[in-house]
């Protein structure tokens, strides 16, 4: 069944049926679940049921997999490597593999110091106790191996959890969906703050989503990542106007045109995501709806705090003022429906 965690001390709740309530076994909390999404709820169940007891280990094929896209690639000492795959795409300045237990990134020999950045830039993360390092490392990538290729691309795989897809993938979202979204974004930049760095890429093409748990995990776009005040090595195209300085200098390595590395380009680039998850291309769009909460669009439209924390401290008054206590809302899609909104994309060089 799905997994509610509990808000006060981080135990599992059970779902009372016909109470519209989840409560903690160990230490009484409650919460509530809506009413309207009762339903919702136990179909959520039934469908992610299979999906979160399935066991990690290698086993016989089973489902959809077996019709998996399949590609062979030979590593450097000869060996050869078949990826089964359902999605395939392009990622900034690499081609990404999403297969069943990893998440592949395939960059051009030409592209090596950004596979270099990935691997270095993951790496280096710390926290700040180890209570915080088993909770927040999950959505961190961790790497299973990097090798050359016979044409001199580089093969970078990190793990994959079960049940986590491209965000990309669900395309459209209500509200409530993006706010838990934007909850989860905020709680990763202040990570990345404490480590002074920047992703340069939070962007829905780079992140990826545990519907059934309500997590985000920061998978890709490290290739862009650097230190606060260092100077840019390049961006997300989504996220190129929230640097500062235009496009101009980006990919190209000339002293003096590149921009800053500064933590607040990846909260802007929280609010152009939620943007985009609801629906709209631009702020500007955005501008013309009547049906979100305003504390809600005056976030996404205002310009971000100074700090992580105080723009995450902010944020939980604009849920509080949008939607009042907190509530789990089921986001109900079986693996079948999400992989079925994408297809392969034409593998083109070029970054």
Same mark, same amino acid.
């Given at each position: 069944?799905?997994?509610?965690?509990?808000?006060?001390?981080?135990?599992?709740?059970?779902?009372?049926?016909?109470?519209?309530?989840?409560?903690?076994?160990?230490?009484?909390?409650?919460?509530?679940?809506?009413?309207?999404?009762?339903?919702?709820?136990?179909?959520?169940?039934?469908?992610?049921?299979?999906?979160?007891?399935?066991?990690?280990?290698?086993?016989?094929?089973?489902?959809?997999?077996?019709?998996?896209?399949?590609?062979?690639?030979?590593?450097?000492?000869?060996?050869?490597?078949?990826?089964?795959?359902?999605?395939?795409?392009?990622?900034?300045?690499?081609?990404?593999?999403?297969?069943?237990?990893?998440?592949?990134?395939?960059?051009?020999?030409?592209?090596?110091?950004?596979?270099?950045?990935?691997?270095?830039?993951?790496?280096?993360?710390?926290?700040?106790?180890?209570?915080?390092?088993?909770?927040?490392?999950?959505?961190?990538?961790?790497?299973?191996?990097?090798?050359?290729?016979?044409?001199?691309?580089?093969?970078?795989?990190?793990?994959?959890?079960?049940?986590?897809?491209? =965000?990309?993938?669900?395309?459209?979202? %209500?509200?409530? /969906? +993006? *706010?838990?979204?934007?909850? !989860?974004?905020?709680?990763?930049?202040?990570?990345?703050?404490?480590?002074?760095?920047?992703?340069?890429?939070?962007?829905?093409?780079?992140?990826?989503?545990?519907?059934?748990?309500?997590?985000?995990?920061?998978?890709?776009?490290?290739?862009?990542?650097?230190?606060?005040?260092?100077?840019?090595?390049?961006?997300?195209?989504?996220?190129?106007?929230? =640097?500062?300085?235009?496009?101009?200098? %980006?990919?190209? /390595? +000339? *002293?003096?045109?590149?921009? !800053?590395?500064?933590?607040?380009?990846?909260?802007?680039?929280?609010?152009?995501?939620?943007?985009?998850?609801?629906?709209?291309?631009?702020?500007?769009?955005?501008?013309?709806?009547?049906?979100?909460?305003?504390?809600?669009?005056?976030?996404?439209?205002?310009?971000?705090?100074?700090?992580?924390?105080?723009?995450?401290?902010?944020?939980?008054?604009? =849920?509080?003022?949008?939607?009042?206590?907190?509530?789990?809302?089921?986001?109900?899609?079986?693996?079948?429906?999400?992989?079925?909104?994408?297809?392969?994309?034409?593998?083109?060089?070029?970054?």
């Amino acid at each position: 069944m799905a997994i509610l965690k509990c808000k006060m001390c981080g135990g599992t709740l059970e779902y009372l049926s016909g109470q519209n309530l989840a409560v903690c076994p160990y230490c009484g909390s409650k919460s509530t679940v809506f009413d309207q999404d009762q339903k919702l709820f136990e179909q959520f169940q039934n469908q992610f049921a299979v999906l979160l007891n399935q066991s990690p280990k290698p086993g016989p094929e089973e489902g959809f997999w077996v019709e998996a896209n399949r590609e062979e690639l030979v590593r450097e000492d000869g060996e050869k490597i078949e990826i089964k795959y359902l999605a395939k795409r392009r990622a900034d300045m690499c081609t990404m593999y999403v297969a069943r237990y990893s998440i592949i990134y395939l960059f051009e020999e030409r592209h090596r110091e950004y596979a270099e950045r990935y691997r270095e830039m993951i790496q280096k993360i710390k926290y700040p106790n180890q209570e915080m390092e088993k909770e927040l490392s999950k959505y961190i990538p961790e790497l299973l191996t990097e090798y050359r290729l016979t044409d001199g691309r580089i093969f970078v795989a990190v793990r994959k959890r079960e049940g986590v897809y491209p =965000l990309q993938m669900l395309g459209i979202l %209500l509200d409530r /969906h +993006v *706010a838990w979204i934007i909850s !989860r974004l905020e709680n990763l930049c202040c990570l990345l703050d404490y480590n002074d760095m920047v992703l340069n890429a939070l962007t829905p093409e780079n992140l990826f989503v545990d519907p059934a748990n309500h997590q985000i995990y920061l998978y890709g776009g490290w290739w862009f990542a650097g230190y606060q005040g260092a100077k840019a090595s390049g961006a997300s195209e989504a996220v190129i106007p929230c =640097l500062g300085a235009g496009r101009m200098g %980006l990919g190209k /390595h +000339v *002293a003096g045109q590149m921009p !800053r590395n500064r933590i607040r380009t990846d909260l802007e680039s929280i609010r152009l995501t939620g943007i985009k998850l609801l629906g709209y291309a631009d702020r500007e769009a955005l501008k013309q709806d009547t049906l979100l909460p305003k504390p809600f669009r005056d976030f996404l439209l205002d310009r971000p705090e100074h700090t992580p924390k105080a723009d995450f401290a902010r944020w939980d008054r604009v =849920l509080l003022s949008s939607y009042g206590e907190r509530k789990f809302i089921p986001l109900a899609m079986t693996e079948e429906e999400i992989y079925s909104r994408t297809c392969e994309e034409n593998d083109s060089s070029g970054g």
